[in-house]
């Protein structure tokens, strides 16, 4: 049996899926995230929607340059405040967001779509809540000077697996899927259909 095919160039991700044993390769696939977020949330979808049509568009993508294969696609927001937080693009915009989030709770949801044969066969949207402390300015600031080159790649401007979580006082939901995987929907569905061992 082939590996699974995942259409993300996240490591924690492919970490995860490799840490349980699943044979996997990473293979990203280029889709234009910011205007399939953007046109969305023109039309007021819902932030739950815009992660797995985020995460069906990446799928999809790779499923029709490799339709033999089972393609996983991901996606992960960030839902504060009736709105999709995106990616920081510089350490100010790091900085904003996080004290924009501190004292607050926000939800992450991460999307996971399947295609086979080129056609989706399965998709599971998993939440957390994070609860910020109120950490200090100088704490932020010193953070983010840390921690840059790793918390640009997080829409939460943080990393759980490292210093970030002294940022939390508070957390509901899985590890997984606030790394952006929710591993163990996954794990279930690729049992019942034979492709892991149960």
């Not at 904003?96 to 295609?115: C, D, E, F, N, P």
């Amino acid at each position: 049996m082939l590996p699974l095919l995942l259409a993300s160039a996240s490591p924690i991700r492919r970490q995860l899926l490799e840490a349980a044993a699943i044979p996997v390769e990473a293979l990203p696939a280029r889709v234009d995230e910011d205007n399939i977020r953007a046109a969305l949330e023109a039309e007021g979808a819902h932030p739950r929607d815009i992660a797995d049509t985020l995460a069906e568009a990446k799928a999809r993508k790779l499923a029709a340059r490799h339709p033999e294969r089972l393609v996983l696609g991901c996606d992960q927001v960030l839902e504060f405040d009736r709105r999709v937080w995106s990616k920081p693009e510089t350490p100010d915009q790091a900085l904003i967001q996080l004290k924009t989030l501190r004292g607050q709770t926000h939800r992450l949801l991460s999307a996971a779509v399947v295609y086979d044969r080129a056609q989706p066969v399965w998709r599971h949207v998993s939440r957390a809540d994070l609860t910020m402390r109120q950490v200090s300015d100088r704490y932020l600031q010193d953070y983010v000077a840390r921690n840059w080159q790793q918390i640009r790649h997080s829409v939460g401007a943080y990393q759980l697996e490292a210093e970030g979580v002294r940022l939390f006082s508070a957390i509901e939901g899985d590890y997984f899927t606030i790394l952006g995987l929710p591993l163990l929907p996954l794990l279930d569905w690729l049992g019942t259909r034979g492709f892991i061992d149960t």
